[in-house]
């Protein structure tokens, strides 16, 4: 069975504190994305990963950086955390696409609260 | 870029009635559009998707999806709504990034609501 798992379900970080979320996948898939969700703005994408060492900017990189140094884990850093990102994150993964396999696989979410 | 629309923030409907969420898309292109479902405190979770062939497309949970190319939308249904039903529910399109590596681009989701 698929399954993707995040460091923490909840996290509570000071403002300017560096921080960092961990995404592991045990499906061997060579995509992986980091989303954050908020309320009325639905899902946005802020890094993406298609192999180990390769990565490509979503739609909101901006604080972020991101780190694949192994295949089935994908790292999201808050280099400096401020209030602006408290948020839910989500982590993904899909194989390469072939066909029908386009279908990301969700981990459980990490609520993040920058104080 | 790629991108789909949910009107709606938030459907009510009662126990045992049908259950419709609306999805619009906008690609160049053929489309390869999504549903997933988001229970409270819990990640994204599959429902249903169409990439070719039959306009219905049937997925878990009894939900299917109606795929229409002149109105240009992927609408969610089921013909019964539960209580358990109540959640967030996502659509998205098959996007592809600046490499040409694909990603899914995500509506802003619905809150459905059954009223028992």
């Known amino acids: 069975d698929v399954k993707v798992t995040q460091s923490s379900r909840y996290l509570v970080k000071r403002t300017g504190e560096k921080v960092f979320l961990e995404c592991v996948q045990d499906m061997d898939h060579e995509n992986m994305f980091w989303y954050r969700q908020d309320p009325g703005l639905g899902l946005r994408l802020i890094y993406f990963s298609y192999d180990v060492k390769m990565k490509e900017k979503g739609d909101i990189p901006e604080g972020y950086s991101v780190s694949r140094e192994k295949k089935e884990r994908f790292s999201l850093i808050l280099e400096s955390a401020s209030t602006n990102q408290t948020s839910m994150y989500l982590c993904?993964?899909?194989?390469?696409?072939?066909?029908?396999?386009?279908?990301?696989?969700f981990g459980p979410g990490t609520r993040l609260t920058v104080l | 870029a790629q991108s789909v629309a949910q009107p709606e923030d938030q459907v009510n409907v009662a126990e045992g009635n049908p259950l419709t969420v609306k999805c619009t898309y906008s690609?160049?292109?053929?489309?390869?559009l999504f549903w997933y479902v988001q229970y409270p405190n819990r990640g994204l979770q599959f429902l249903l998707k169409y990439i070719t062939g039959d306009n219905l497309v049937k997925g878990s949970y009894g939900f299917e999806a109606e795929f229409n190319k002149s109105q240009t939308s992927f609408h969610l249904k089921k013909p019964s709504a539960l209580v358990s039903d109540s959640a967030l529910y996502f659509c998205a399109v098959r996007d592809v990034g600046v490499w040409g590596n694909n990603r899914l681009a995500f509506g802003k989701g619905n809150q459905v609501v059954v009223i028992p």
């Open positions: 690609v160049s292109g053929n489309p390869y």
């Open positions: 993904a993964s899909t194989p390469p696409t072939s066909g029908r396999q386009d279908t990301q696989y």
